[in-house]
């Protein structure tokens, strides 16, 4: 377990980095290579990045990778090659350590003048820990002309932006790994993908980060015909009844029943991790409650009826939630012409879903399904 924890933050930590080293870049249609040969490498550098949280420094615990970097030396010895690695504690060795001392019983495998000339062109460098990195990373954004709150949402955004790029392009599509500064100042200004994750609540407060999804997502007294779908993903201890109550509290900002008449329109739900009794038991708590729902089966045994969860509600149907059961089905929703606009709000704990079309989306992060409501 731990060791799957402190390789993820390895990986957001070489992902703060290369945005570190983008942004830095003045020349901004520079390609910066992310996960090619090495970690990061451009037409000047090439870097290994390595987060050792958990490990104090020893020259052995760098062997392999400045091998790697030696080898890539003698492919082209134009560049400069650098590591940059985070220790627990760096045992009184400096960033001057010898090549020798480094290599320990592989020294032999290189001639002295290949070592040396390595050398000329080889930096050690012992970095920062995650948080200090963190901030240097969003000040580097501020730099943008940015406020603090917008370069925490965008340092997100460019976040996931990077991990897609790894993630979306396989071994044998590895060239496509690639960014230039251009290609983040524009996904700043045509962000339609807010992300709001930790990093906010690590710069902001706790309370702070409540109040501004609060204040900039569900506080307006507007309601129109806009089709929300939220995508809640529950950590396993909620209750039946505190579902409901979410599913109440939601559906009341958007659908408005009137005396003689309704406004708005019921939102959409999908939860993730919810097992199918507890989806039952859930609609069954609703029933009770006399609250009218579609979840696109009107009768037993039905197939899934798209057109019955998307009917609209009406004074006469007075339908106030609409339940989503399967991703299969939130599919269907999404890509469905309201002929209206669409949002999607997801409230995820470890990454949000994927939505492939290009819809309005506000994804923020949570420590448990607890703190919706504070939010809403």
Avoid at 65 to 81: A, F, T
Avoid at 116 to 122: L, N, R, V
Avoid at 190 to 205: L, T
Avoid at 258 to 283: C, H, M, W, Y
Wanted: hydrophobic residues 35%; positive net charge.
């Amino acid at each position: 377990m731990d060791g799957g924890y402190y390789a993820i933050k390895g990986f957001e930590y070489q992902i703060d980095k290369n945005i570190l080293e983008i942004l830095k870049e003045t020349d901004v249609n520079k390609a910066i290579n992310i996960e090619q040969n090495q970690d990061i490498d451009t037409a000047d550098f090439v870097m290994q990045v390595k987060y050792k949280e958990a490990t104090k420094f020893t020259p052995s615990t760098v062997k392999k990778p400045v091998i790697q970097l030696i080898d890539e030396y003698k492919k082209d010895n134009s560049k400069k090659y650098i590591l940059y690695c985070f220790f627990k504690d760096f045992n009184g060795y400096t960033e001057s350590t010898s090549i020798d001392l480094i290599l320990g019983s592989s020294k032999t495998n290189y001639t002295q003048q290949e070592k040396t000339d390595f050398e000329k062109s080889f930096e050690l460098k012992f970095s920062p820990q995650f948080d200090i990195q963190l901030e240097q990373t969003i000040r580097e954004i501020q730099n943008l002309n940015y406020n603090e709150d917008e370069s925490i949402i965008f340092h997100s955004r460019a976040s996931n932006f990077l991990r897609n790029l790894v993630v979306n392009n396989a071994p044998n599509q590895i060239s496509n790994r690639t960014c230039t500064k251009n290609d983040l100042i524009e996904l700043f200004k045509n962000d339609r993908k807010v992300i709001f994750k930790n990093s906010f609540r690590f710069f902001k407060g706790e309370e702070s980060y409540f109040k501004k999804m609060k204040k900039d997502f569900f506080t307006s007294n507007n309601v129109d015909k806009t089709i929300k779908i939220f995508i809640i993903e529950l950590d396993g201890s909620k209750s039946n009844s505190e579902i409901v109550l979410l599913l109440k509290k939601i559906s009341e900002k958007y659908f408005k029943q009137l005396t003689r008449d309704i406004k708005g329109e019921a939102p959409f739900f999908f939860f993730r991790n919810i097992n199918s009794q507890k989806n039952i038991e859930v609609k069954e708590q609703l029933v009770k409650a006399k609250i009218i729902f579609k979840d696109g089966y009107d009768f037993l045994n039905s197939k899934f009826n798209l057109a019955s969860i998307t009917s609209k509600s009406t004074k006469e149907n007075r339908i106030a939630i609409k339940l989503i059961n399967s991703e299969t089905e939130l599919n269907q929703v999404i890509n469905f012409n309201f002929n209206t606009m669409k949002e999607i709000y997801q409230f995820f704990k470890i990454k949000p879903l994927t939505i492939n079309q290009d819809i309005r989306e506000t994804n923020i992060e949570i420590k448990n399904s607890n703190e919706i409501l504070k939010i809403i």
